[in-house]
């Protein structure tokens, strides 16, 4: 997204939390949109996205889309209007830095062009990896990422590296004038504050879902929550230590 688009968005004063919904309003849009819908009611939209209805005509109102009543939204007009809100109206282009197993998966993922990304640049650090064909695209050496970021017209970072490696890796494409990076690495990034980082940790996520599977079970080992005398599994040697 561009400053100025920021800085539209901003005197509209549309709320993040909107903006993290938009995606997820488009991805419903299109689907129907695909089976030839013409015209959704806010329920049906929400249903969809897996919001309230009311929530969501909150969020479209900061578009200045408020559907007809008795008919809805136009389901064409309205993924025009999010995908101009969002910026997915022109192109941008994207280097994937990190060609391991997640790289190359991202790297051939579809949905990417469909949804204005263009993946132009794949680097690696890797000497067995660089020079190799991946989806049309040549792998290039970590050394040339500052030559691709110019060359291509690089918007947006996507950082697929090992951990240890992330930050060295952001601090260049940040020098490079790169301000958009999205974070496969399992570390925290430090970046300026006009730089914007999204971070991606699978395994968080599913450490999530383990929390609320066991509230479905009832607490850990389905036993409920420790009282404030009791000592976690496992640590009783580790306790009985400390304490000599």
């Known amino acids: ?6 800085r539209d968005r901003a005197e509209r004063g549309i709320p993040e939390a909107t903006v993290a919904r ?20 806010s329920e049906e939209l929400a249903a969809a996205a897996g919001v ?13 889309s408020y559907g007809t009543r ?12 999010i995908s101009r809100e969002l910026g997915l109206t022109q ?20 949905g990417f062009a469909s949804r204005g990304f263009r993946v132009a640049g794949l680097l690696d650090a890797d000497d067995s990896i660089v020079g190799q064909e ?3 695209m040549t792998v290039e050496h970590i050394d040339r990422l500052e ?33 958009s990076v999205l974070n496969f690495a399992p570390v925290v990034l430090t970046v300026p504050d006009e730089v914007d980082v999204r971070k991606v940790d699978l395994s968080i996520e599913l450490q999530i879902l383990a929390f ?33």
Request: aromatic share 6%.
């Open 1 to 6: 997204m561009t400053s100025r688009q920021n």
């Open 22 to 41: 938009l995606p997820v309003y488009l991805r419903a849009l299109t689907g129907l949109q695909e089976r030839g819908v013409a015209t959704v009611s």
């Open 52 to 64: 309230n209805s009311a929530k969501l005509r909150k969020d479209l109102s900061h578009l200045g």
């Open 70 to 81: 008795g008919v809805g939204y136009e389901v064409e007009y309205l993924v025009y209007q």
């Open 91 to 110: 192109d941008w282009v994207v280097a994937i830095i990190g060609v391991g197993n997640l790289g190359r998966a991202l790297a051939g993922y579809g």
């Open 134 to 136: 991946i989806y049309g």
């Open 147 to 179: 030559d691709v970021i110019a060359g291509h017209g690089v918007s947006i970072a996507v950082i697929a590296t090992p951990a240890a490696a992330a930050q060295g890796v952001c601090d260049r494409v940040v020098a490079a004038g790169v301000t």
């Open 212 to 244: 609320h599977e066991q509230r479905k079970a009832g607490g850990p080992d389905g036993l409920g929550p420790l009282d404030a005398d009791e000592t976690p599994p496992g640590t009783t040697q580790y306790v009985e230590a400390v304490d000599a």
